[in-house]
T-cell receptor, first 114, second 117 residues
Framework: EPEVTQTPSHQVTQMGQEVILRCVPI?????FYWYRQILGQKVEFLVS????????KSEIFDDQFSVERPDGSNFTLKIRSTKLEDSAMYFC????????????FGSGTRLTVV | AQTVTQSQPEMSVQEAETVTLSCTYD???????LFWYKQPPSRQMILVIR??????QNATENRFSVNFQKAAKSFSLKISDSQLGDAAMYFC??????????????FGKGTKLSVKP
């Protein structure tokens, strides 16, 4: 069964450093998403991406965040200057349609900012 | 804004027994989708079951079924013949049909299910 692949599974970074989280969505999917889950809290929507541009973003997704689909297969989330509160599990997801049938999630990247 | 509430942080069930996980949501919309996702220790979020709000019939997927009560805004998950592999975190999620930032998945806090052999 097709999978969404995320790398790395765990990343530790120093506060103020830039970090890039990588995702390979399912190849025929058209919609891509990033969600995050701070330990013990809800899974929260960050951003959705379609047709090579951001379609929606939440209040969390401020100027420190950016997304890119550089080569037609990878989908990346960049955090420019990490803060302690960015420590969370970050999930990438993709869907063929606009999410009406649910999304396929990756296994997540645990980001720890020290 | 829509919200999703899972009132049971943890549940436990004996292997082969049946367990029901609760979920309530708040919305002013009439057309939407509801989902249950499973997150095992591997951390991957796996879609378990999906319900369309305009369909009165409750969705079923093998041992998993839902009790969708639209008027009560309730969407519980029933797991029959529980297996050890069902042990996981279960998330209820809502998605508006109409797009916008609320047109993405809104999750509850999750229920941790343990299965006793």
């Amino acid at each position: 069964e097709p999978e969404v692949t995320q790398t790395p599974s765990h990343q530790v970074t120093q506060m103020g450093q830039e970090v890039i989280l990588r995702c390979v969505p399912i190849s025929n999917h058209l919609y891509f998403y990033w969600y995050r889950q701070i330990l013990g809290q809800k899974v929260e929507f960050l951003v959705s991406f379609y047709n090579n541009e951001i379609s929606e973003k939440s209040e969390i997704f401020d100027d420190q965040f950016s997304v890119e689909r550089p080569d037609g297969s990878n989908f990346t989330l960049k955090i420019r200057s990490t803060k302690l509160e960015d420590s969370a599990m970050y999930f990438c997801a993709s869907s063929l349609y606009q999410g009406d049938y649910g999304y396929t999630f990756g296994s997540g990247t645990r980001l720890t900012v020290v | 804004a829509q919200t999703v509430t899972q009132s049971q942080p943890e549940m436990s069930v004996q292997e082969a027994e049946t367990v029901t996980l609760s979920c309530t949501y708040d919305t002013s919309e009439s057309d939407y989708y509801l989902f249950w996702y499973k997150q095992p220790p591997s951390r991957q979020m796996i879609l378990v079951i999906r319900q369309e709000a305009y369909k009165q019939q409750n969705a079923t997927e093998n041992r998993f079924s839902v009790n969708f009560q639209k008027a009560a805004k309730s969407f519980s998950l029933k797991i029959s013949d529980s297996q050890l592999g069902d042990a996981a975190m279960y998330f209820c999620a809502y998605r508006s049909r109409y797009g916008g930032s609320q047109g993405n998945l809104i999750f509850g806090k999750g229920t941790k299910l343990s299965v006793k052999p």
